[in-house]
Nanobody
Framework: QVQLVESGGGLVQAGGSLRLSCAASGRASGRTFSTSAMGWFRQAPGKEREFVAS???????????YYADSVKGRFIISRDNAKNTVFLQMNSLKPEDTGVYYC?????????????????WGQGTQVTVSS
């Protein structure tokens, strides 16, 4: 079973930056961290959980990244397979980026942009952007 622990959330002014980290431990059946799809979702108060970004193993030596349109050009997802850690660099933050950010892991063959595509979730970290 995979355990995910996020860190790096906090309060920041609009226009500022934050870097989230997610450390993975344990192992899911049939995959390792380096062959997993890793990603981030977020949930604002009163809203549904939404996809933010993912970094997915291609099946060979490449990794593909995907972003929600709302964060494209401002957020960068990356991973360090040697440390079993995935990062989310968030720049030019806006008040609408406020929410709880969740780290997720899943099977690279099926991982997409819906919550059900992922079988491991962190506890979440709060990001608050003030105007």
């Amino acid at each position: 079973q995979v355990q995910l622990v996020e860190s790096g959330g906090g309060l920041v002014q609009a226009g500022g930056s934050l870097r989230l980290s997610c450390a993975a431990s344990g192992r899911a059946s049939g995959r390792t961290f380096s062959t997993s799809a890793m990603g981030w979702f977020r949930q604002a108060p009163g809203k549904e959980r939404e996809f933010v970004a993912s970094n997915t193993w291609s099946g060979s030596y490449l990794y593909y990244t995907y972003y929600a349109d709302s964060v494209k050009g401002r957020f960068i997802i990356s991973r360090d397979n040697a440390k079993n850690t995935v990062f989310l660099q968030m720049n030019s933050l806006k008040p609408e980026d406020t929410g709880v950010y969740y780290c997720v892991a899943g099977n690279y063959k099926i991982a997409g942009q819906t919550p059900a595509d992922y079988d491991a979730w962190g506890q979440g970290t709060q990001v608050t952007v003030s105007s």
